[in-house]
């Protein structure tokens, strides 16, 4: 396998091949079964806090398309639910599938979404780069939100207007002035649990803290993010039509809600 990728060649059933951790025992994402989860009274409120100028640029990299912030200091950080601390916001990143009847990685009793949206932090109280904490128990917590086919999202349409330009893999755009928290829903109800990275290396470095209420998405907007190019420049073109990791083993983990 040359590069990993979401092709019957490189796809998710090989990637234990080079990344054995993908045999792990807190590997993501979970299929969450709601009548097993365990609410803790000890769990916060979620406490996002963004500047919107801490966004610098949309891109193409080949397995999503994601805004990555300026992280050189504490400007964007999450903190409060099941966090100690506050983790830095380093990027926000997609998931999607070949139809809209699947899309998401985590699902709820066996229910996939059309969508997911993950928000990417580091706890940079702790660890001095975002590689650093990636290697850590600790080091990252991924807020997850569904994306539920239905309307269209006027918020996602700042995102998903851009694709275009950032049609082929390594393209990228400046894109500021932009708020994470407006993709968020209404409600800041979640579950928790401790997993992994959902792509090579699937590091076992991730807190998910996975929103109960979906965002609604509509078929025209996902159908912009599969025009998205998993090849470069001067390759022959191929469609980034899916890159979701399916379900994993819990292996006796618990997922906690609030
Ligand atoms: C992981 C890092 C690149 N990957 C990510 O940043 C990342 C973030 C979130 C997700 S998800 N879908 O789980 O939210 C997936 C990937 C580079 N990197 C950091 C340490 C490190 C070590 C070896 C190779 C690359 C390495
Ligand atoms: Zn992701």
């Known amino acids: 396998m040359l590069h990993w990728g ?15 951790i993908a045999n792990g025992d807190r590997q ?26 801490s966004a610098k640029v949309i891109l193409n990299n080949g397995h999503s398309t994601s805004v990555e912030f300026d992280d050189t200091e504490n400007k964007s950080v ?36 059309a969508g997911e949206l993950h928000v990417v932090h580091w706890n940079a109280d702790k660890y001095s780069t975002f590689v650093e904490a990636a290697r850590q128990p600790d080091g990252l917590a991924v807020l997850a939100v569904f994306l539920k086919l239905g309307e269209c999202n006027s918020q996602l349409k700042t995102i998903t207007d851009h694709l ?29 649990y401790l997993g992994s990275l959902t792509v090579p290396p699937l590091l076992e470095s991730v807190i998910w803290i996975v929103l109960r209420e979906p965002i609604n998405v509509c078929s025209e907007q996902l159908a912009k993010f599969r ?29 906690r809600r609030n």
């Open 164 to 192: 275009d330009t950032i049609k082929v893999k390594g393209k990228q755009r400046r894109f500021t002035n932009f708020d994470p928290s407006c993709l968020l829903p209404h409600s800041l109800d979640y579950w928790t």
């Open 78 to 113: 999450l903190r409060g639910g099941p966090l100690t601390g506050s983790y830095r916001l380093r990027q926000v990143h997609f998931h999607w599938g070949p139809s809209d009847d699947l899309g998401s990685e985590h699902a709820v009793d066996g229910t996939k979404f």
């Open 6 to 20: 979401y092709e019957e060649d490189n796809g998710p059933s090989r990637w234990k091949e080079i990344f054995p």
């Open 28 to 53: 993501s994402p979970i299929d969450i079964q709601t009548q097993q989860t365990k609410y803790d009274p000890a769990l916060r409120p979620l406490y996002p806090n963004y500047d919107p100028t």
């Open 227 to 255: 025009n998205l190019l998993c090849t470069g420049e001067g390759e022959a073109a191929f469609c980034l039509l899916k890159n979701f990791r399916p379900p994993q083993p819990l292996r006796g983990r618990e997922v």
